[in-house]
């Protein structure tokens, strides 16, 4: 990707998608009303509103390496990142967002990075960075896997456990799971397949997203991360 490619990108957009899309970017100029928090990694393998298909408008996006979320610390402050506790602040408090997804996917680099770590003194701020992610190195026992995932593809999967414990310490996110205004999921992206795996956390694993899989978890209800037998 150079710079070219973004300007040839954007006109072609121009050209092809924007008038098709200008009413609703007039509409989204004095507002927006998302009703999904997204927290997914930086890869740039992962195009999220490709994967599901939406309309700008419609997701609050946070994208960092490991789709790490740090931590609330004492008062409700993150122990790490402000920038991510900001956001998720934002999204739960201002705009309302009814579900908090956290997308984690295969051949994540920072589960490379935490598997088999580099110099600290050459990346100083990715190995402090990394610290958010490294629960996920005790927790395996907790999911059971595809047999022919990596090392690395397990330890993404139970990432996302980690990352939604990590969310769930904000007050603001206690507060509104626990009043029924807020749901918590999590899902991971197979890259090679294009295959989306929701995960089923009483289960303690994740279930394909195909049709059928589609229809069981749509009749849970909207409120609820929880599935009926499978």
């Not at 994540?108 to 935490?114: E, I, N, R, S, V």
């Not at 980690?162 to 807020?182: C, I, K, N």
């Amino acid at each position: 990707m150079t710079i070219e490619k973004i300007i040839n990108g954007f006109l072609q957009f121009r050209r092809e998608v924007l008038p098709s899309l200008s009413p609703l970017f007039s509409k989204l100029a004095h507002e927006q009303r998302p009703t999904v928090l997204l927290v997914a990694c930086a890869d740039s393998r992962l195009v999220p509103n490709r994967l599901i298909s939406v309309n700008p408008g419609e997701v609050f996006e946070v994208r960092s390496v490991g789709n790490f979320v740090s931590p609330s610390g004492a008062h409700g402050v993150s122990s790490g990142d402000v920038s991510e506790a900001a956001a998720i602040e934002y999204a739960v408090g201002v705009l309302g967002v009814r579900d908090i997804l956290i997308l984690g996917h295969s051949s994540c680099g920072a589960m490379a990075a935490l598997l088999n770590p580099g110099d600290p003194k050459l990346t100083p701020n990715l190995t402090e960075w990394l610290a958010h992610g490294r629960p996920a190195l005790y927790r395996e026992g907790e999911l059971t896997f595809d047999q022919q995932l990596s090392a690395a593809d397990r330890l993404s999967q139970t990432n996302v456990l980690v990352q939604l414990d990590h969310v769930a310490t904000y007050p603001l996110v206690r507060d509104a799971t626990e009043s029924g205004q807020l749901s918590l999921h999590g899902a991971w992206l197979d890259v090679g397949s294009g295959d989306l795996h929701l995960l089923d956390r009483d289960a303690g694993k994740y279930r394909n997203l195909d049709e059928a899989e589609a229809e069981r978890w749509l009749a849970a209800g909207p409120r609820s991360s929880r599935l009926p037998p499978g």
